[in-house]
């Protein structure tokens, strides 16, 4: 099974920096795109075109996969999951990790926050260059296209969470030392 780990914008530390090493004992080949490309507006777009690019150079055509969507990348799996699809390479879940929910239209990274994140909780990765929190984020009108989970490893993002778990998708906690195993099994879950 196939897991694209998808790392938080602005090239920002992973919460989970053992994530990649600790997944193959657990049945999951782990993927790491690189980052970096989007250190300039349009930051999603460049996030989003990087990180297809990068996929389509690591995993072949075809190869089903899931994407791992950790901190600020959440927002934008559905576009990154719509160049899967365009590659021919079909996703068969996405795991948002410790972040906010997608939705339709085109909401920025500030409308997102607001909706999403309880009081008093907005992240530190939310943060940027300027207009980074103000640009429209892609839209992606048909997603989701494949089951959905979320994986909560700290308690910053338990409203996003609570909203995962009421669009009934498989919500999951687990402390950050536990995380790669209860990622394994959600994948597992998602893939049937």
Not at 15 to 22: E, S
Not at 61 to 70: H, S
Not at 116 to 135: F, H, I, L, N, V
Request: a negative charge; one cysteine or more.
């Amino acid at each position: 099974m196939i897991a694209v780990l998808l790392p938080p914008p602005l090239g920002r530390p992973s919460r989970l920096p053992g994530l990649p090493g600790a997944l193959p004992a657990l049945g999951v080949d782990p993927v790491l795109p690189a980052a970096g490309a989007d250190d300039r507006a349009p930051y999603a777009a460049r996030y989003v075109a990087q990180a297809s690019l990068e996929v389509n150079r690591l995993v072949g055509t075809g190869e089903p996969v899931a994407l791992v969507a950790e901190g600020g990348a959440g927002p934008l799996v559905g576009a990154v999951g719509a160049a899967q699809r365009a590659a021919h390479r079909p996703v068969f879940g996405y795991v948002l990790v410790d972040s906010l929910l997608p939705r339709p239209g085109s909401p920025t990274r500030a409308d997102l926050e607001r909706d999403q994140g309880a009081e008093g909780e907005a992240a530190d990765e939310e943060k940027g260059p300027s207009g980074y929190r103000s640009e429209p984020l892609p839209m992606v009108a048909d997603w989701p296209d494949a089951p959905c989970g979320y994986l909560l490893t700290g308690p910053a993002r338990a409203h996003a969470a609570r909203l995962a778990r009421m669009r009934g998708w498989t919500v999951r906690e687990a402390a950050p030392e536990e995380a790669p195993r209860v990622l394994a099994a959600l994948l597992a879950d998602l893939r049937g």
